[in-house]
């Protein structure tokens, strides 16, 4: 799905840049997809596919550190 049409960002853009590069805002997602803000109508929806990964993120690390799956 295209989460940014000024910059055609998808949120599997989004959510690779977060997985890899561990960007904290979403103005840095932008740097890490090599782009920048323009209009700003997808900042809370890039923030929120973020929040969604890193907690998906920390769930399956919690568990690895618990030995569970």
């Known amino acids: 799905m295209i989460v ?3 910059n055609v960002l998808s949120d599997h853009d989004i959510r690779n840049a977060v997985a890899v590069q561990t960007p904290r805002t979403a103005g840095q997602v932008y740097g890490c ?3 920048s803000a ?3 109508r997808c900042v809370q929806t890039i ?3 973020m929040d969604d990964a890193q907690s998906a993120c920390a769930s399956t ?3 690895a550190h618990d030995g569970g799956s």
């Open 4 to 6: 940014c049409s000024c």
């Open 33 to 35: 997809l090599g782009c």
């Open 38 to 40: 323009r209009c700003g």
């Open 47 to 49: 923030r929120k596919i």
């Open 61 to 63: 690390c919690r568990g």
